[in-house]
């Protein structure tokens, strides 16, 4: 994925999407289902693993707000 997406590259994390996919069908198919899941609606993954990781960021930062609003005994839990 590396060479087919320079500016994302490679980012741990990605190998056990990429792992994921191989147990179930090809290489060749797992890559293509890769290259759709980092890019394409709904999941757009690719924001996750860019530069900075700003989009790891902010659905960390999402999850974070939700858990204290719905789940607050678990939130004080991870304080």
């Given at each position: ?14 190998n ?13 198919e ?21 530069e900075?990781?700003a ?19 678990l ?5």
């Amino acid at each position: 994925y590396s060479a087919y997406d320079a500016e994302v590259g490679y980012c741990q994390g990605m190998n056990f999407i990429a792992a994921m996919f191989i147990t179930f069908m090809s290489e060749e198919e797992s890559f293509w289902l890769l290259v759709s899941v980092m890019n394409d609606p709904p999941c757009h993954m690719r924001a996750l693993f860019g530069e900075g990781m700003a989009g790891a960021h902010r659905v960390l930062y999402v999850a974070d707000k939700l858990i204290g609003k719905f789940l607050p005994k678990l939130a004080n839990h991870f304080k």
